[in-house]
């Protein structure tokens, strides 16, 4: 169902005589042309620099000019894609320029392009980084989600190759890439397709279907009697609403030694809030709800594709959080798998419901060296972070570290939010162990908070993608957030 990402392949060539569908360079405006721009500029017969001159170049980030048929050289198109001011220019719209690129190159219907986007200048980032990049924003923009509607006239056909200039190392990075690519393919259109075709079962079939795939890659799913067997309350408790019955699923890749590096993802197919139903507008939205767990499908799927040398476990809680006369309800105080007592006092705080129980199993039966949640938890956080940072939230600072550096690495940046015990209280009730809610203020940190509660002594921290699993340009679709914060983490664990 996936559309095939893109083939990357490095190439020593002039960027004059090579033969490509599209060229794509990055220029700023109004600034003098750049030395590796001064061949271009010649064989077009002084094209670029007439173009500046005309103050004709894109002004804003990710604007850009397709020239067809230029003269003078062997490309049937050139890309002209604008860079900001200069002043604004960093390595994050160096990143967001390599996706509009990408888009630009699809819409074209180029079928080929060769990018020369690494050969920008970008603060405190070499070669390496640039050429990385560039490989998963071209991808990243030609990413068109179809599998649920009738061909178009206007829909371009996919790019199907980019090549890139070639650098030292490029082929064990190109591969590396090509398996990002992958993870945040796979995670962009799980989340993207709609929660009928999306259940619980869909997101273990497709599960299954990769590990059959990817040689080394295992499967294991947990259905509702192995849940409940399990003690497994809390999740259960928010899957009873529903005819689209529960799933665990583990994903395992054993690449090194050690224990195992999880991610557990939090895979809500949709979220109608239960019987605290959400209202009318925007619910069609709540299809997102298992960004989480798309993410770390996607993950594994890069590190499995990727052969890391490291061991990492995916676990997926799959559920549907629907009213009905069997959902729970508000005033429910539920046992979980830990036993700790719950009591319900919103069925719309699904979400850290059912990992307190997937953090217990995973922390019991993976034993791993660190645990990291990735879930659409909190409303919350959009309110606090927007659409641009992922809201990390742990009690232990070597691991933020080491998670906020991974997403400054891979362009996927998160930021974060305090989990301090003063926060606990808010939680408290005289009727169970905790409440699922904390009231109005800092409702992601209180969600946060929650989760702490089902850690035992894991290094552990939560992700909170609310705002960045969607919304990155247009059209509207998943961003595949963090498949790639996550995998650069898991790499530098890797060494
Ligand atoms: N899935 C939602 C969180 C969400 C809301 C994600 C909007 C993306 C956009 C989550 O299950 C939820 O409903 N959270 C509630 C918690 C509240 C009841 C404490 C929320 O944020 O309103
Ligand atoms: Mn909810
Ligand atoms: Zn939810």
């Given at each position: 169902?996936?559309?095939?990402?893109?083939s990357?392949?490095?190439?020593?060539?002039?960027p004059?005589?090579v033969?490509?569908?599209?060229?794509?360079?990055?220029?700023?405006?109004a600034?003098?042309?750049?030395?590796w721009?001064?061949s271009?500029?010649?064989?077009?017969?002084?094209?670029?620099?007439?173009?500046r001159?005309?103050?004709?170049?894109?002004t804003?980030a990710?604007?850009?000019?397709?020239?067809?048929?230029?003269?003078?050289?062997r490309?049937r198109?050139?890309?002209?894609?604008?860079?900001?001011k200069?002043?604004?220019w960093?390595?994050?719209v160096?990143?967001?320029?390599?996706r509009?690129?990408g888009?630009?190159?699809?819409?074209?219907?180029a079928?080929?392009?060769?990018?020369?986007?690494?050969?920008?200048?970008?603060?405190g980032?070499?070669?390496?980084?640039?050429?990385?990049q560039?490989?998963?924003?071209?991808?990243?923009?030609?990413?068109?989600?179809?599998a649920?509607?009738?061909?178009?006239?206007?829909?371009?056909?996919?790019?199907?190759?980019?090549?890139?200039p070639?650098?030292?190392?490029?082929?064990?990075?190109?591969?590396?890439?090509?398996a990002?690519?992958a993870?945040v393919?796979?995670?962009?259109?799980?989340a993207?397709?709609?929660?009928?075709?999306?259940t619980p079962?869909?997101?273990?079939?497709r599960?299954?279907?990769l590990?059959e795939e990817?040689?080394?890659l295992?499967?294991?799913?947990?259905?509702?009697d192995?849940?409940?067997?399990?003690?497994m309350?809390?999740?259960?408790a928010?899957?009873?609403?529903?005819?689209?019955?529960?799933?665990?699923?583990?994903l395992r890749w054993?690449?090194?030694?050690?224990?195992p590096?999880?991610l557990?993802?939090?895979?809500?197919?949709?979220?109608?809030?239960?019987?605290?139903?959400?209202?009318?507008?925007?619910?069609?939205?709540?299809?997102f709800?298992?960004?989480?767990?798309?993410?770390?499908?996607?993950?594994?799927?890069?590190?499995?594709?990727?052969?890391?040398?490291l061991n990492?476990?995916g676990?997926?809680a799959?559920?549907?959080?629907?009213?009905?006369a069997?959902?729970?309800r508000p005033?429910?105080v539920?046992t979980?798998?830990?036993?700790?007592?719950?009591e319900?006092?919103?069925?719309?705080?699904?979400?850290r419901?059912?990992l307190?129980?997937?953090?217990?199993?995973?922390?019991?039966?993976?034993?791993?060296a660190?645990?990291?949640?990735?879930?659409?938890?909190?409303?919350?956080?959009?309110?606090?972070?927007?659409?641009?940072?992922?809201?990390?939230?742990?009690?232990?600072d070597?691991?933020a570290e080491?998670?906020?550096?991974?997403?400054l690495?891979a362009?996927?940046?998160?930021?974060?939010l305090?989990l301090?015990?003063?926060?606990q209280?808010?939680?408290?009730t005289?009727?169970?162990?905790?409440?699922?809610?904390g009231?109005?203020p800092?409702?992601?940190i209180?969600a946060?908070?929650?989760?702490?509660?089902?850690?035992?002594?894991?290094?552990?921290?939560?992700?909170?993608?609310?705002?960045?699993?969607w919304?990155?340009?247009k059209p509207?679709?998943?961003?595949?957030?963090?498949?790639?914060?996550?995998?650069?983490?898991l790499?530098d664990?890797a060494?």
């Amino acid at each position: 169902m996936t559309q095939s990402r893109i083939s990357l392949s490095p190439i020593d060539a002039d960027p004059v005589s090579v033969d490509t569908d599209c060229l794509v360079i990055g220029l700023m405006h109004a600034a003098a042309l750049p030395g590796w721009a001064g061949s271009l500029n010649e064989a077009t017969g002084g094209l670029l620099e007439r173009l500046r001159e005309a103050g004709e170049l894109p002004t804003s980030a990710g604007r850009s000019l397709m020239l067809h048929e230029p003269d003078g050289l062997r490309a049937r198109r050139l890309l002209i894609v604008g860079l900001g001011k200069p002043g604004k220019w960093t390595e994050h719209v160096y990143a967001a320029i390599t996706r509009a690129a990408g888009q630009a190159v699809r819409a074209s219907r180029a079928r080929s392009a060769h990018c020369l986007l690494p050969l920008l200048e970008v603060p405190g980032r070499d070669d390496a980084w640039k050429t990385f990049q560039a490989a998963i924003g071209m991808d990243h923009g030609d990413y068109v989600y179809t599998a649920t509607r009738t061909p178009r006239d206007d829909d371009a056909p996919p790019t199907e190759s980019v090549t890139l200039p070639a650098i030292d190392g490029i082929d064990a990075l190109l591969t590396r890439a090509d398996a990002v690519n992958a993870g945040v393919r796979t995670a962009r259109d799980l989340a993207d397709l709609p929660p009928n075709i999306c259940t619980p079962a869909y997101l273990a079939e497709r599960a299954t279907q990769l590990a059959e795939e990817i040689d080394g890659l295992e499967v294991e799913v947990l259905e509702e009697d192995a849940m409940i067997e399990l003690g497994m309350n809390a999740l259960m408790a928010v899957g009873k609403g529903s005819v689209n019955r529960p799933r665990l699923i583990r994903l395992r890749w054993t690449g090194g030694s050690g224990a195992p590096y999880a991610l557990v993802g939090k895979g809500v197919t949709f979220d109608t809030g239960g019987i605290s139903l959400k209202p009318r507008e925007l619910m069609e939205q709540m299809k997102f709800d298992m960004g989480g767990a798309a993410a770390t499908i996607g993950a594994l799927e890069a590190v499995a594709r990727m052969k890391l040398p490291l061991n990492v476990d995916g676990v997926v809680a799959a559920v549907e959080n629907m009213p009905d006369a069997g959902a729970y309800r508000p005033g429910d105080v539920i046992t979980s798998m830990a036993g700790k007592t719950i009591e319900v006092h919103n069925t719309d705080a699904e979400g850290r419901m059912i990992l307190a129980d997937a953090l217990t199993w995973t922390e019991r039966n993976s034993k791993p060296a660190a645990m990291v949640d990735i879930a659409t938890l909190t409303g919350a956080c959009v309110v606090a972070l927007g659409h641009h940072a992922s809201g990390i939230m742990t009690r232990d600072d070597e691991l933020a570290e080491e998670l906020l550096t991974a997403g400054l690495e891979a362009s996927d940046r998160g930021w974060r939010l305090p989990l301090w015990d003063e926060y606990q209280k808010q939680i408290e009730t005289p009727f169970a162990d905790m409440k699922n809610i904390g009231g109005m203020p800092a409702g992601s940190i209180t969600a946060g908070c929650f989760l702490s509660r089902f850690v035992e002594d894991t290094r552990w921290a939560h992700i909170d993608i609310a705002g960045s699993a969607w919304q990155w340009g247009k059209p509207e679709s998943a961003t595949g957030r963090p498949v790639g914060l996550l995998v650069r983490w898991l790499i530098d664990r890797a060494g």
